[in-house]
């Protein structure tokens, strides 16, 4: 007997389920069938119910696997906290984030897809960026940072931290990947953002020679 789902639990369970299989076979090779054979009794209806296309699902997947919005609005709440604090408390939580970063562990076919990539930088760019902006305008205003330029600091903060560091796009050795953290602290602070800081330096060391616990 098929379990019954209402429109959210209908919609999450897709998602789930499509992530799986995006994993599994690739994002090419899934099919919308293939979906459906894995729905637990739901139709092909339910899916075009609330997704027109396969490209509208990895649009979903994608939204779900970057909780930059969850995690800004989290940090931005907080009154106790500078601009600078908030920025590398954003920074520390979306790069330490292990349940992300066991995905992209089990997930590098559907990262090296074209589309899920271009979703990806989409996203950096619409609201990633500005919510590096917010918090260097924020700053500016307590005085723990003094930027000149902060829209286009925080695109090419956005690009230094994420876009930089996309392995499907810049592979890297763990040396190389070590030298790059290291430039981009050199470039971050040269723009009057230093985010990356010794502590932050020692747990990402620690976490590439694992030994994070």
């Known amino acids: 007997m098929s379990k019954k789902y209402n429109s959210d639990e209908t919609i999450a369970h897709i998602i789930q389920v499509a992530t799986a299989l995006f994993i599994e ?9 293939d979906i459906v054979a894995n729905l637990d009794g739901l139709s092909r209806g339910a899916i075009y119910h609330h997704f027109d296309s396969k490209d509208a699902i990895i649009a979903a997947v994608n939204q779900r696997l970057f909780p930059e919005t969850q995690v800004f609005e989290v940090i931005k709440s907080h009154e106790d906290m500078t601009g600078l604090e908030k920025l590398k408390h954003f920074f520390v939580s979306l790069t ?5 970063a066991k995905f992209y562990a089990q997930s590098q076919s559907l990262i090296n897809n074209p589309q ?5 930088l989409l996203n950096n760019s619409e609201v990633v960026a500005p919510q590096i902006r ?9 005085g723990s940072l003094k930027v000149e330029n902060p829209k286009a600091v925080s695109e090419i903060t956005m690009l230094v931290l994420s876009t930089w560091f996309l392995t499907a796009i810049y592979p890297a050795t763990i040396a190389e990947f070590n030298s790059k953290i ?22 990402i060391a620690d976490i590439l020679n694992g030994n994070n616990k």
């Open 25 to 33: 076979k690739g994002y090419e090779k899934t099919t919308i069938q």
């Open 96 to 100: 330490f984030n292990e349940e992300l």
């Open 116 to 120: 899920f990539l271009v979703r990806q």
């Open 134 to 142: 917010f918090f260097i305008d924020e700053g500016n205003a307590d």
């Open 182 to 203: 290291l430039v981009a602290k050199q470039i971050l602070d040269n723009l009057g953002v230093p985010i990356i800081d010794d502590s932050i330096l020692t747990k």
